[in-house]
């Protein structure tokens, strides 16, 4: 029974997130989220409660994505400035690919309209970014002017104002090489010996999952 509950409760919220990320919150309904889901409005109502909670439960999901991310490439051997790049490229694939993380950011975006208090964004990352920032300093990869507690609010500001052009004029399709070209414009300034098309060779391959 409870692993009946818990398939419904991912079909739905899949379903819900489709729907938002297409159509938007206010164009959205229980209705609509039912037919595409094959589950009745009784049983979105007895999972989720409202759309309001709904919608905040796919935000959740969008959150929920990144810590074990993060962890991963903090793990792999290899120097912090290459995996903070190589992080760049993971979060950009699945701003393009997963349609929870591309909802849930559709979601916040639209938060003014959805009553209910959604998580704030970006401090987490202004915080994974600088401790990246500072392991670099340590292994002295950081460019002497380079500052990690200055520099990061401004690279994760950089960094999701990118997306936002890609979204608005290719729907993300070439996110990939804008975001090689925003490196090719930072990393001369951050890398102590600048070499930024060698470390964009490694950093644009995805990580094994097993390292």
């Known amino acids: ?23 938007g919150y206010a164009a959205t309904s229980i209705s609509d989220i ?22 905040l439960a796919v935000v959740n999901a969008h959150f929920a994505t990144w810590p074990a991310m993060i ?11 290459a995996k903070l790049v190589r992080l760049s490229f993971t979060v950009a694939r699945a701003f393009r ?23 704030p964004p970006f401090v987490d990352w ?27 609010p401004t690279l994760v500001a950089a960094f999701f104002g990118l997306h936002t052009v890609s979204d608005a004029l290719d729907d993300r399709v070439l996110i990939e090489d804008r975001l090689a070209n925003f490196w090719l414009l930072l990393l001369p300034g951050l890398q102590a010996d ?14 094994p999952a097993n390292a």
Not at 44 to 49: A, D, L, M, N, S
Not at 71 to 81: C, D, I, K, T
Not at 194 to 207: C, V, Y
């Open 1 to 23: 029974m409870q692993d009946r509950a818990e398939e419904t409760r991912k079909v739905v919220l899949k379903a819900a997130a489709h729907l938002f990320f297409e159509q």
């Open 34 to 55: 039912s037919e595409r889901s094959g589950r009745t409005s009784g049983a979105i109502y007895f999972h989720y409660t409202n759309k309001e909670h709904l919608a």
């Open 71 to 81: 962890a991963h490439h903090e793990a792999a051997s290899e120097p912090a400035l």
């Open 97 to 119: 690919d997963d349609v929870l993380v591309r909802a849930g950011a559709r979601l916040w975006a639209e938060r003014r309209s959805i009553a209910v208090e959604m998580p």
């Open 126 to 152: 202004i915080a994974t970014v600088e401790g990246m920032l500072d392991r670099a300093c340590a292994e002295g990869d950081l460019a002497p002017h380079a500052e990690p507690s200055r520099d990061a």
């Open 194 to 207: 600048p070499a930024p098309q060698a470390l964009l060779a490694r950093a644009r391959r995805p990580l």
